[in-house]
């Protein structure tokens, strides 16, 4: 048979996994499989075509335009995850009922204390790729998951396997993205008043009552409160969980290294390293996430204020009917880019003065061994000592938060904001240096960047 190119056109998708038959004029009648076969094999598609789409072509049951071809999609391999005795209580917002909200969040602030020899975390291995093949034939490289390497945190160990982290002390357990830790419990039966004032603890504190106007609450673990939060500060070496919400009239702030969940936000600052949950509204206030803010439990709003998160926001509803000013920030935030350079300096810093403290300490023991150190010079060698301890602890802090930036910044290419109702007008959505503002009301839809440029689709 003659040449097919003047009737047939070959479409084949940017990741070279699907192939679609297009026609420019009426198919000959005298087309066999054979010729269908052998033109895709001249343009190069050799796998995954489908031999009973190409007879249906020629038996004239199907019309073109048709997919005739399918690739293997190559799978990434899952990389190793820490579970944590807490997994039960952390479960995805995503997944949690309407109505449920009041009830799952109780269950995040009753969070049982632990007994020492607990295992309070556990290593789940990474999974292997799996390659793809193109139509074309080729195979498609995949990435194996990552491995990760547990570490100790308060108070907790790591098993001789390397794979479980076990509690040292009878306390209640605070988690990490990546370290486990048990701190004893400061716990207050009731309001925080001036008969208790401002707390400043080592370990997870918990409020049964509400924290009012101008209170200070600052913990190394997680702080937990029953009630209302006012405008108060609080800070928190790992996570925030506030039952009844926040009303803070702009003022005051809650700033946590971990997560934080509550009920509602009303004029508050707030701001996490780890994922922020709100299950009912956020209204004019100032939040910020380096991870994911989730707002999509029951009416799940947000209206007004300034919202910024490093990887994705999920949302019921964006804005209002009335047109309140609303601004979302999704990705690169001012605080991560601050805290990198913050980072690298103190690494910098830090090896410069391993650097400099090992040559002292060296020459110091040089001059040990050939002879006897005076009491001067045995105090110095303890302070080069304790600063090189220092020193190195630093280092190693520096090069684990600049490790976790890195992912983070891996991370940008899917950012994106989830409409899972309605985004009213005069909501501006920020995607880095990009910008747009929505002037019409759009319902269930997914914003992300696609070649630099904000586009939607319909979820």
């Known amino acids: ?91 995805d917002s995503t997944e949690v009922t309407p109505g449920d909200d009041d009830k799952n969040l109780k269950q995040v602030i009753n969070i049982p204390s632990v007994t020492a020899g607990t295992i309070v975390g556990k290593k789940i291995n990474p999974t292997p790729e799996e390659k793809g093949v193109s139509v074309y034939g080729e195979e498609i490289k995949a990435r194996p998951g990552k491995d990760l390497k547990l570490r100790p945190g308060k108070n907790t160990r790591i098993s001789d396997g390397g794979m479980e982290i076990i509690s040292m002390i009878d306390g209640q357990v605070s988690v990490e993205p990546k370290v486990v830790h048990v701190y004893p419990i400061f716990e207050v039966n009731g309001n925080l008043d001036l008969n208790v004032g401002n707390i400043d603890f080592v ?36 996570s925030i ?14 700033d946590a290294q971990g ?79 601050t805290a990198e350079k913050k980072y690298k300096i103190q690494l910098k810093e830090a090896r410069d003065d391993v650097q400099k403290l090992g040559v002292l300490l060296k020459r110091i023991v040089t001059k040990e061994a050939e002879g006897t150190l005076n009491a001067q010079e045995k105090i110095m060698k303890l302070r080069i000592r304790n600063s090189l301890f220092e020193s190195n602890k630093l280092m190693q802090e520096a090069s684990e938060q600049l490790g976790e930036l890195e992912e983070f910044f891996a991370s940008q290419e ?13 909501t501006v959505l920020n995607f880095g240096k990009y910008k ?22 319909t979820l």
């Open 1 to 91: 048979m003659d040449s097919l190119n003047e009737v047939l056109l070959i479409e084949v998708d940017n990741d070279a996994l699907e192939v679609t038959l297009k026609q420019n004029l009426s198919l000959p009648e005298e087309l066999k499989l054979e010729d269908l076969t052998l033109f895709l094999e001249e343009h190069g598609i050799v796998y995954g075509i489908s031999k009973e789409t190409l007879e249906k072509i020629v038996s004239k049951e199907i019309s073109l335009p048709v997919t005739v071809a399918q690739g293997e999609k190559p799978k990434h391999g899952i990389d190793a995850c820490l579970w944590t005795v807490l997994e039960g209580f952390k479960g």
């Open 203 to 238: 370990g997870n504190v918990n409020i049964r009552g509400n924290v009012p106007s101008g209170f200070e609450i600052k913990a190394r673990g997680d702080i937990r409160v029953h009630g209302s939060v006012e405008s108060a500060e609080l800070v928190s070496g790992g």
């Open 436 to 457: 747009r503002k929505i002037i019409s009301k759009h319902d269930h839809v997914l914003f992300r960047i696609e070649k630099s440029e904000i586009k939607f689709e």
């Open 259 to 337: 997560e934080i969940k509550t009920s509602f936000l009303n004029q508050a600052n707030i701001r996490a390293k780890g994922d922020i949950h709100v299950s009912k509204s956020i209204l004019h206030s100032k939040v910020e996430t380096q991870g994911r803010l989730f707002c999509n439990q029951g009416k799940g709003n947000i209206v007004g204020g300034s919202i910024s998160a490093g990887v994705e926001i999920v949302v019921n509803e964006l804005g209002n009917h009335m047109s309140t000013p609303t601004e979302l920030y999704i990705g690169l935030s001012e605080s991560i880019v």
């Open 414 to 426: 899917d950012v994106k904001v989830k409409i899972q109702r309605t985004i009213y007008p005069n």
């Open 241 to 254: 969980y506030i039952h009844q919400g926040v009303v803070a009239q702009g003022k005051g702030l809650i």
